[in-house]
């Protein structure tokens, strides 16, 4: 069974920084786009940064090179380094899993839907304060 935790949430200040962690478990397709999002209360789900089968990363455009993605495949970890967070930034933060590739291309306007991700995890909280 899939399952997908996330850690490293938590609260900074302006300009501070966090990385968040997703333990990936029991997930084996060759085929894979391995992300992050985001969500706040009354907000779609959007996109933060994706990294696909095929070694390609694609963030979003509120990203501005922020944020680095990494996966490691040996420990089947995904993680999310965040710099220069702003209070805009403040979410609960979700690793999510799906079987295609992020996009045709790399891209820093990333914008994937929601629906090719049929995993998920719990969601960890990052606040940023002014």
């Known amino acids: 069974q899939v399952q997908l935790v996330e850690s490293g949430g938590g609260s900074v200040q302006t300009g501070g920084s966090l990385r968040l962690s997703c333990a990936i478990h029991?997930?084996?397709?060759?085929?894979?786009?391995m992300a992050w999002f985001r969500q706040v209360p009354g907000k779609e789900r959007e996109g933060v940064a994706g990294?696909?089968?095929?070694?390609?990363?694609n963030y979003a455009a509120f990203v501005k090179g922020r944020f680095t993605i990494s996966k490691d495949n040996s420990a089947n970890t995904l993680d999310l380094q965040m710099n220069g967070l702003a209070p805009e930034d403040t979410a609960m933060y979700y690793c999510a899993a799906g079987r295609v590739v992020c996009a045709a291309r790399e891209t820093e306007y990333w914008r994937p839907l929601v629906k090719h991700f049929p995993y998920w995890g719990q969601g960890t909280q990052v606040t940023v304060s002014s």
């Open positions: 029991e997930y084996t397709e060759s085929t894979y786009c």
């Open positions: 990294i696909d089968s095929r070694g390609r990363i």
